[in-house]
């Protein structure tokens, strides 16, 4: 399964705020700066966050983003379909009644299509897991320095 860079971006952004903490809102500009991101095309990416309750915006000159909830509050899963939609990844068509099997019976089709139905339970298998982790455990696997540099790179640019 293909994700846009858009997930990615989310998730780091959304370790950046847990670990500059309760400051004042981080502006669009200087979470971009910390990873060399275009600011426009970034605040895009973080918009549907602020939709879903993952981040919260403040409009204006001081304004920026913040942790709406608690890193251990935000699964993966919630950033990944608020980025990417909570559209199933495969969309099953029926083909098998088109071509050759529009003579077959209509008993062939009682039972859902196999390829269907295991594209179905890896998804929900991919969805449980990325479900199971959460920012919390990303900030926990994180190298010991990231925080520290990232607060440290954060701080020198707002000095």
């Known amino acids: 399964m ?7 971006w ?6 950046v705020l847990a670990w500059l903490g309760d400051r004042a809102p981080i502006a669009t500009a200087r979470l971009a700066e ?29 304004g920026g983003y913040r942790l709406a909830k608690a890193p251990e509050r935000i699964s993966l899963m919630d950033i990944v379909a608020a980025v990417e939609g ?24 009682a039972k859902p299509c196999g390829i269907s139905t295991a594209m179905r339970r890896a998804e929900l298998a991919w969805r449980r897991e990325l479900a199971s982790q959460t ?8 190298p010991a320095n990231a925080s520290a540099r990232a607060r440290r790179f954060y701080e020198q640019r707002t000095a």
């Open 2 to 8: 293909l994700m846009s860079e858009g997930v990615e």
């Open 10 to 15: 989310g998730l780091h952004c959304c370790m």
């Open 34 to 62: 910390i990873f060399e991101l275009p600011p426009e095309y970034l605040k895009k990416r973080l918009q549907p966050l602020v939709r879903e309750g993952i981040l919260e915006s403040t409009p204006g000159v001081r």
């Open 86 to 109: 909570r559209t199933g990844a495969f969309r099953c068509t029926e083909i098998r009644r088109r071509g050759a099997g529009e003579t077959a019976a209509e008993s062939e089709f």
């Open 135 to 142: 920012v919390a455990d990303l900030l926990a696997g994180a």
